[in-house]
T-cell receptor, first 115, second 114 residues
């Protein structure tokens, strides 16, 4: 079965420190991978995606993610966290070998950046 | 910018009512989705449509139906609302996902069934 795991319910980091939000996936074949962010009482906003090519992907608001095929991971990173980065983050995968147009989401990780 | 608009931010309905959630997108996207978001469960796909009048069941279609009469509009229908359908509902649209297109989300509708 296709699945996405976000092993941490919450990540705490001090402002100015680097942050990492973890994501691993399980799909057959090569996937498309996505990160989304959700602020309170809002919909999801697209941050970045991996399709092919360079394993390091840069996205909005200074975020980046590294695709690691051997570890089936796609961790979200930022060199210096801001208090305004506090939000709920979702990893998603689109399996490439299925005809069904579907994104599979993880359960989300709440990021809390303290001043 | 792509805009996905859901008709209501907050709704309160009574058990047994028929409930309509409306979603409109303005980017001529082929795909439209309805997700349900619950704490600890992430987003779960209810229904998906890849063209006008075409639909596919997602992971949790029971108790729901959908309608897509026009390309830009995708409606979610709760045939007889129940308290376990209290949740955040998110509509999304995208180009064909085979090329790695991302989905764009509406602001969400928080539905409470009493």
């Amino acid at each position: 079965a296709q699945s996405v795991a976000q092993p941490e319910d919450q990540v705490n980091v001090a402002e100015g420190n680097p942050l990492t939000v973890k994501c691993t996936y399980s799909v057959s074949g090569n996937p498309y991978l996505f990160w989304y962010v959700q602020y309170p009482n809002r919909g999801l906003q697209f941050l970045l995606k991996y399709i092919t090519g360079d394993n390091l992907v840069k996205g909005s608001y200074g975020f980046e993610a590294e695709f690691n095929k051997s570890q089936t991971s796609f961790h979200l990173k930022k060199p210096s966290a801001l208090v305004s980065d506090s939000a709920l983050y979702f990893c998603a995968v689109r399996p490439m070998n299925t005809g069904f147009q579907k994104l599979v989401f993880g359960t989300g990780t709440r990021l809390l950046v303290s001043p | 910018d792509v805009k996905v608009t859901q008709s209501s931010r907050y709704l309160v309905k009574r058990t047994g009512e028929k409930v309509f959630l409306e979603c409109v997108q303005d980017m001529d996207h082929e795909n439209m989705f309805w997700y349900r978001q619950d704490p600890g469960l992430g987003l779960r796909l209810i229904y998906f449509s890849y063209d006008v009048k075409m639909k596919e069941k997602g992971d949790i279609p029971e108790g729901y139906s959908v309608s897509r009469e026009k390309k830009e509009r995708f409606s979610l229908i709760l045939e007889s609302a129940s308290t376990n359908q209290t949740s955040m509902y998110l509509c999304a649209s995208s180009l064909i996902l085979d090329r790695g297109a991302e989905a764009f989300f509406g602001q969400g509708t928080r539905l409470t069934v009493v």
